[in-house]
């Protein structure tokens, strides 16, 4: 199998997971959004489990070891963010978590979420909208409007195109490299026996989805960083 024929095999599949009848057509069910749905329900039941009976005073090994990953998580993302931008560090470490878990998926046979342009340019538009809504809950209004004219005037139709560039690369950039590194996996798979692909397995389905995550929570730490600013 050529490039050409993996690349259509990848991107031009029928990605709907259920088809439902509706009205005269139908509605489809993406298996991004199962796969999503899956991922949600998993992380939600481990939160469950892992916060159970959680104490003040003497606390379990179970306990330590959860606050301690979640200071870490709170305080990699704290470093990304600063002070200014604090109030926004729960929201980028869930996006960070679920972004890590959904670019691993690979590893139990499922289609990582993030292969769906839809769902890597749904995140990017989120994150853009945080963006411009704490420039503005920051600066007000009139100051994040006149922000567009800085450092002169004649710049600002370049400013605004800024503003619509920035999603566009978010989705782009996550959509990419994991369509990438799929495309990678599957002629390697051709190409060598069966067990010799797993260290590259290992590093593509695990190394690259977890540098991804943290790029796109990277870059939308930064642009919120700059708008509070």
């Keep these: 199998m050529n490039i ?3 690349l259509n095999e990848i991107l031009l599949k029928d990605k709907a997971f259920i088809h439902m009848p509706f009205g005269e057509g139908r509605f489809d069910i993406y298996e991004s959004v ?8 998993v992380i939600l039941i481990l939160l469950l489990i892992l916060t159970r009976d959680f104490k003040v005073h003497n606390i379990s090994k179970r306990q330590a070891a959860v606050e301690s990953f979640v200071l870490w998580l709170r305080g990699l993302v704290d470093g990304m963010l600063g002070e200014e931008a604090a109030r926004y560090t729960d929201y980028i470490s869930t996006v960070l978590l679920y972004l890590a878990v959904s670019n691993m998926i690979g590893l139990f046979g499922f289609i990582p979420p993030t292969m769906d342009i839809n769902v890597t ?10 963006v411009e809504a704490a420039g503005i809950r920051k600066k007000g209004v009139l100051k994040w409007l006149k922000g567009f004219t800085e450092p002169m005037a004649i ?8 503003l619509a560039i920035r999603p ?20 390697i798979k051709h190409v060598l026996p069966v067990f010799l692909p797993v260290p590259f397995c290992l590093y593509f389905d695990i190394f690259d989805g977890l540098i991804q995550a943290y790029v796109f929570v990277f870059l939308t730490s930064l642009y919120i960083k700059e708008a509070v600013e």
């Design 121 to 130: 340019a749904a995140l990017s538009l989120m994150s853009i909208i945080l």
């Design 4 to 6: 050409k024929e993996l």
């Design 155 to 162: 710049i600002t139709p370049m400013n605004i195109l800024e």
């Design 168 to 187: 566009l690369s978010l989705c782009m950039r996550l959509f990419g490299n994991i369509i990438g590194a799929t495309v990678i996996m599957e002629l």
């Design 34 to 41: 199962v796969v999503t749905w899956i991922i949600m329900a």
